[in-house]
Each structure stands twice: as structure tokens, then as C-alpha cells.
């Protein structure tokens, strides 16, 4: 007989084989209602026969049924799925063996932590970002939401000259915006922007932080050139574009560029 049950839960570290057996004999997730905040969360579920089952799997099945993994990277595993009727990207920050468990969970959490953050204080400072929908402080996964567009890489690569100028100056602007309130995004790259809707949206803050330092602004300048020279060498006579922007957006932005010239100097005889 199929009832429905709304269960309020604690996610737990025990995963349970019973998840498979559970599946087998029918039980099927409603979206109908769903919260989450940290490690409790609220489902709605259309069962048919009880199982037992812990509530790491409860979880697992609600929201990683369905997902794609669509890249692997040295830190993390970046699926694509739906959530609560959304699409999402789900980063999850995978468990290496070298490090002691607890540091392992420890580092994780934080680093997890961390980015969601600057993803949400770099959009209040006006730079579009993935509106991030659940962090998951046990697993170490944020679950934000889909930018459906292209890369700034290819729309630098098909766009006329015109266009070309108008990207780099909101890349110039929206850089000047993050540095306005101390971000930065650590790993500033055309990889890790997104042209959707009329808009350009940064995304990958995993590197980043916050009160940051002329040092450390003048790196993401620098690192953004250095991206230039291998990604886009046809355009770098057109950087000075992004530059004029961030200097029209940024009272410090001539002393930053100083840095980031800087920074090249350094390590050009090495």
C-alpha cells in the first residue's frame, strides 16, 4: 500500500547497504518538500515497503540520484543533475588518503565553506555568481546553480572586434568590483567565466580569499595576463582594455597594476 511520510532528520556518517535493497523493493523520493540547513533536512517520501536505511543514504539517494559527473579535477568532482526541480552543479570535495581522516574531513569542511562564502559575498559586491542552494558540511559538497551559457574562452574566440572589447571591459570591471571589497578569486582565468544572459559570471573560487593584499590582487592580475599569453595570444595587444576598466572601477587599481608588473618582473630570469 503506498503511503507518504514527511521525515525531519539528522544526516548521519554511517552508510548502509540497505540503500540497494531499499530501491529494489520500491521506494521512490518526492520532490514535494525539501529543506536543508547544515546537516538536517526535511523530505517528503512515497514508500511502498518500509525499509530500514540510515540517513546518509536517505540523503545520497534525494539529491545524487540523477547526477552526471562532468569533470574530475586534482580536488574536487563537479556533477551536473537536478535539485528540488532545479538545475544544478554539484561540487563535491573528494576524501584523499594521504591525510589523517580528521584533518581530511577537517580541511574539506573548511575549504567548502569557504568558497561558498566568497561566491556569495563576491555577488553582493556585484559580480554575478551561481546562487549557491545547500552546503553539505558532512560530505563536503555545495549544490548551486547551473550557468547555462559559454565559456568567455569560446565567446572570445567567435565574437567580433567590438564584442571582443565589450567582454574585456566587463572582465575589467567585474575584477575591479571583487578587489573593491578585498576578493580575490585566486585562479582568474577565462576558463572560470561564463557569458549568460547578457551577463559575465565568475565561477571557481576554490583558490580565493578574502582581505586581501596588494600582493595578492596583483597575483590575479598577473595570473589573468599569464592566462592571455596561452589562451588568447591573438588578444594580448587588447589587454590594456581590461586594465582601462579596472582602473575606472577601482580607486587602487593603479598601484595593483604596479604589483602585478611587478610579480612578471620577478620571474622572468628564473
Not at 25 to 30: N, Y
Not at 62 to 89: H, N, P, S, T, Y
Not at 120 to 145: F, L, S, W
Not at 153 to 164: F, I, N, Q, T, Y
Amino acid at each position: 500500500m503506498l503511503c507518504s511520510i514527511v521525515l525531519f532528520i539528522v544526516l548521519s556518517d554511517d552508510d548502509d547497504p540497505s540503500a540497494a535493497d531499499a530501491r529494489s523493493q520500491g521506494t521512490e523520493l518526492s520532490m514535494g518538500r525539501s529543506m536543508s540547513c547544515h546537516h538536517v533536512i526535511c523530505l517528503e517520501l512515497k514508500v511502498k515497503d518500509l525499509v530500514p536505511f540510515s540517513e546518509k543514504v536517505i540523503y545520497r539517494l534525494f539529491i545524487a540520484r540523477g547526477m552526471d559527473i562532468i569533470q574530475r579535477g586534482a580536488e574536487a568532482e563537479i556533477r551536473r543533475g537536478k535539485w528540488l526541480g532545479r538545475d544544478v552543479i554539484i561540487k563535491s570535495r573528494v576524501p584523499k588518503s594521504y591525510r589523517l581522516p580528521e584533518m581530511d574531513r577537517s580541511l574539506r569542511n573548511m575549504r567548502t565553506r569557504n568558497e561558498a562564502r566568497l561566491i556569495h559575498e563576491a555577488r553582493e559586491a556585484g559580480v554575478p555568481t551561481p546562487i549557491i542552494y545547500d552546503i553539505d558540511t558532512v560530505n563536503a559538497e555545495m549544490t548551486m546553480e547551473f550557468i547555462d551559457g559559454l565559456r568567455v574562452k569560446d565567446e572570445l574566440g567567435r565574437s567580433a572586434p567590438d564584442e571582443v572589447r565589450d567582454l574585456l571591459r566587463e572582465m575589467g570591471r567585474s575584477i575591479a568590483y571583487l578587489h573593491r571589497c578585498g576578493i580575490v578569486h585566486g585562479d582568474l582565468t577565462t576558463s572560470n567565466m561564463i557569458m549568460s544572459k547578457g551577463r559575465m559570471w565568475f565561477i571557481d573560487f576554490s583558490l580565493g580569499s578574502r582581505c586581501a593584499s596588494v600582493e595578492e590582487m596583483g597575483v590575479d592580475i598577473h595570473l589573468l595576463k599569464e592566462s592571455f599569453q596561452s589562451a588568447h595570444p591573438e588578444l594580448l595587444d587588447r589587454f590594456h582594455i581590461i586594465l582601462e576598466s579596472y582602473k575606472e572601477n577601482f580607486e587602487r587599481a593603479d598601484e595593483i597594476v604596479r604589483k602585478a608588473k611587478e610579480i612578471g618582473s620577478r620571474g622572468r630570469y628564473t
